[in-house]
């Protein structure tokens, strides 16, 4: 039989393209082109559809937002030979694994290529063991205190090593779930594990499927591990095989029988927390529970669905965003599980970006896109005058979009463009903007974006300042962190939802993929003190609307329902509660 040809993935790419930003960026090239490499990496690794078919269907790549002529003719190489000339030129004059030392944010390019000439580090390894042996503290630049910090940041590089964003890691299950569903043997699919949990990073994706067989079917491992895209085949096996994808992903498959599907789902989709406290429960009652069924004896006295296991365990059915024992099994013990918020309970989304900032799409077609997404209303946040990477408006030039903003509500039907802005939070805790002007605003949204390193006390002084002005009403991605770039700056954050409690302030779940800040913990720490959130987009292109579906992932396993959050409700009601 003839090798298929392995088509290039969107995950490819993307990775290539990451790898290219990291090497510029070791190179010292101008810090746009390397944002505008790994802002397309992001778009791509979770864009659904293939850039392959685009390609090859002769599409025009520049026609996706943030995707400009440069970038499109060097995706369509990758497309076509599978590699990139000026990558392989790049990595032909940095050692490859230096830009492993990116992961570590309190490096930066420069301190990595410093401590690659002082002490010949190329590696996360190396880097590691330098730092242990205090051998960093040494180096001209650097102290104990740097040291320690970037001893932290390895820790954390490290943890997020093999993991994916759980919207790069939809981008990879879905095709490969359509092809097994394509094959008549296969009678169901799922993905279980982390992935069906909504965990904000996956390891590895654990799929379970039914085969129409009575007895294990060997063909259905095998049609598996003929998928396109699988790189390297670890095992395989009659119920199960694993192997390794061309993006790195590692996929299980665990094919079972019907009779005990239900309690496999259970099994696999853990987590293990849950699952222990799940097996102590059918214990206590005299039972046995294990991903073949839950049985009395030898007798199975419940497995083929999910549902009639919980409910034999006396539980009610718990959704899997729920299942990390945090007392959801208790919960559900008695009938009290909370009725978690759904993307179809918001009405509209309080943090989007125009070109007038960082944004690339007009004001007016993010609104027709927020009207097609069935919303009630959006909200236009571009950055202040502090933040110049981004563009940031003054003044005079917010006033320029209130301006718009009317003109456009007056003619758009079905849709009201709220007046917002996204303020600096400076240094003091003062706003980026005057008073008189973020008082003419719908909605003032504020964040940190610089002066991360202040101790935690520091830190959290500076956002209550930002508080008590009067204005204040959502504080956007409250903890800054960026998943496997950048860790979370330090506060308290207890302190600060109390604070934000007292004047009548709010907080902000940002559903960007790698944000997802706040995240589920925080969230329902937000929920039990009661300070409600907004679920938003923080979208730059009018299709990352969308994105929001993340939040509402995280907001759900945060426990939060409908009424914890924000813009589940019409502009009128909303607008009572941001009155401070
Ligand atoms: P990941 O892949 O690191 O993002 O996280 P999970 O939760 O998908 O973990 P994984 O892939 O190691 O295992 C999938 C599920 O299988 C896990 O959530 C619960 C179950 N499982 C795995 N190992 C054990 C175990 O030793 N005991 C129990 N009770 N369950 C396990
Ligand atoms: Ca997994
Ligand atoms: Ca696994
Ligand atoms: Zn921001």
Redesign the pocket.
């Known amino acids: 039989m003839a090798a298929e040809r392995v088509q290039v993935t969107n995950a490819d790419i993307a990775d290539m393209l990451n790898e290219m930003a990291n090497l510029l960026e070791i190179d010292g090239a101008n810090p746009f082109r390397v944002r505008a490499y790994r802002q397309a990496a992001l778009t791509i690794a979770t864009m659904p559809r293939p850039l392959a078919d685009m390609v090859e269907q002769g599409e025009n790549l520049t026609d996706l937002p943030g995707i400009g002529e440069s970038i499109a003719a060097k995706i369509e190489e990758i497309v076509r030979t599978g590699k990139l000339d000026q990558l392989e030129e790049e990595r032909s004059h940095i050692p490859p694994q230096l830009t492993e030392l990116l992961r570590v944010p309190s490096l930066g390019p420069k301190r990595a290529s410093v401590l690659y000439k002082e002490l010949g580090i190329t590696s996360l390894e190396q880097l590691k063991q330098a730092a242990q042996e205090q051998r960093i503290r040494q180096v001209k630049g650097f102290g104990p205190k740097l040291e320690q910090t970037i001893l932290k940041d390895i820790e954390q590089a490290q943890q997020y090593q093999r993991?994916y964003l759980w919207a790069e890691a939809a981008q990879i299950a879905r095709p490969l779930v359509e092809y097994l569903r394509a094959n008549d043997r296969v009678k169901r699919v799922d993905v279980?594990?982390?992935?069906r949990?909504g965990?904000e990073?996956?390891?590895?994706l654990?799929i379970l499927a039914i085969g129409t067989t009575d007895t294990p079917d060997p063909a259905i491992g095998e049609y598996f591990v003929r998928y396109p895209s699988v790189k390297e085949v670890i095992s395989r096996g009659d119920t199960r095989s694993t192997a390794v994808l061309a993006s790195g992903m590692q996929v299980?498959l665990r094919v079972m029988p019907a009779e005990s599907y239900g309690a496999a789902m259970i099994?696999?989709?853990?987590?293990?927390t849950h699952?222990?406290h799940l097996?102590q429960i059918a214990l206590d009652k005299g039972l046995k529970l294990s991903e073949y069924g839950l049985f009395r004896g030898e007798e199975r006295v419940a497995g083929a669905t999910e549902q009639e296991v919980y409910r034999t365990l006396g539980l009610d059915y718990i959704t899997p965003e729920l299942r990390e024992d945090r007392g959801e099994i208790e919960a559900a013990a008695q009938g009290q599980l909370p009725h978690l918020v759904t993307l179809e309970d918001i009405r509209g989304d309080l943090q989007a970006h125009s070109k007038a900032s960082d944004g690339v799409n007009t004001i007016e077609e993010i609104a027709l896109a927020a009207r097609a997404l069935g919303y009630a209303y959006v909200t236009i946040t571009d950055h202040s005058r502090r933040l110049r990477v981004a563009r940031g408006l003054d003044p005079r030039q917010v006033r320029e979009q209130m301006n718009e903003i009317d003109r456009l509500n007056a003619r758009l039907e079905n849709i009201t463009i709220l007046k917002g802005a996204e303020v600096d939070i400076l240094k003091d805790g003062s706003l980026d903007l005057p008073d008189d002007l973020l008082g003419d605003l719908d909605i003032v949204v504020c964040s940190v974006h610089s002066s991360f390193n202040l101790s935690k006390e520091q830190q959290t002084e500076r956002i209550i300042r930002a508080m008590d002005n009067p204005h204040f009403n959502i504080l956007a991605h409250p903890t800054g962190r960026r998943l496997g770039e950048r860790q979370p700056y330090e506060v308290d954050m207890e302190r600060l939802m109390l604070a934000a409690l007292e004047r009548g302030c709010y907080m902000e779940i940002n559903s960007q993929p790698d944000r997802l800040d706040l995240n589920d913990k925080h969230a329902h720490m937000a929920k039990t003190l009661g300070l409600k959130l907004a679920i938003s987009s923080d979208a730059h292109r009018a299709d990352d609307l969308s994105v929001l579906q993340y939040g509402v992932m995280q907001a759900r396993r945060g426990w939060l329902e409908p009424e914890d959050v924000l813009n589940t409700r019409d502009w009128p009601e909303l607008q009572r509660l941001l009155r401070r």
Request: avoid cysteine; charge should be positive; charged fraction near 30%.
């Open positions: 993991r279980a594990g982390s992935y949990r965990l990073t996956v390891g590895d654990d299980d099994y696999f989709t853990g987590s293990k699952n222990i097996r």
